[in-house]
């Protein structure tokens, strides 16, 4: 089974810190994804990298940027949180470039104080 | 610009009970579709998919989705329901962008709870 491990379920962080948030996938997919998830708004994608070293912006990506030095690694980072950055963070990966399944992490859910 | 309609936020059913969870599209084209299901604590799951073909799709867990063309709709479907499916489900489409990526939209989704 294809898993996607996020490297913390729960975060707290204060207001101007800088998070990382971690991802890993075990079944050497090309493409990797960084979703939040607010009640009332679904899943939005922040950004998205297709390859290695390789990102591209999705459709909230303001305040975040990430990074992708290794195939299976894929990690979000928060320069300086901000209180309306809490919220839900999801990562998935997927095989194909259209159509195909992302499959999702359980989420890291942030706090900002 | 693209967007994916889901009108009902939350659902209540009881067991055993029929289920349609609703979805809308807006594109000019036929997208891919997509339903997926998040149980509490847990990611998204895949349920079901649409590409071309017949519009009516199977997927796991007993659900199936209809695709209407003329409605922009894809419609989740469960003819009984279990308490375990007791979830958030989400409706998404996914489009080209002109020259660029494939991209997932998903709607807000809707929360159904089950009655014993």
């Known amino acids: 089974d294809v898993k996607v491990t996020q490297s913390s379920r729960y975060l707290v962080k204060r207001t101007g810190e800088k998070v990382f948030l971690e991802c890993v996938q075990d079944?050497?997919?090309?493409?990797m994804f960084w979703y939040r998830q607010d009640p009332g708004l679904g899943l939005r994608l922040i950004y998205f990298?297709?390859?290695?070293?390789?990102?591209e912006k999705g459709d909230i990506p303001e305040g975040y940027s990430v990074s992708r030095e290794k195939k299976e690694r894929f990690s979000l980072i928060l320069e300086s949180a901000s209180t309306n950055q809490t919220s839900m963070y999801l990562c998935?990966?997927?095989?194909?470039?259209?159509?195909?399944?992302?499959?999702f992490g359980p989420g890291t859910r942030l706090t900002v104080t | 610009a693209q967007s994916v309609t889901q009108p009902d936020i939350h659902i209540t059913v009881s067991e055993g009970a029929s289920l349609e969870l609703r979805c809308n599209y807006s594109?000019?084209?036929?997208?891919?579709l997509f339903w997926y299901v998040q149980s509490p604590g847990q990611g998204l799951q895949l349920l079901l998919k649409y590409f071309s073909g017949d519009t009516l799709v199977q997927g796991i867990k007993g659900f199936e989705a209809e695709f209407k063309r003329s409605q922009s709709s894809f419609n989740l479907r469960k003819p009984s329901v279990h308490w375990s499916d007791a979830a958030e489900y989400f409706c998404a489409v996914e489009v080209p962008p002109p020259g660029g990526y494939n991209k997932l939209i998903f709607g807000a989704g809707t929360r159904l709870a089950v009655h014993p």
């Open positions: 990298s297709y390859d290695v070293k390789m990102k």
């Open positions: 594109y000019g084209a036929t997208p891919y």
């Open positions: 079944m050497d997919h090309e493409n």
């Open positions: 998935a990966s997927s095989s194909d470039r259209e159509g195909g399944e992302q499959y």
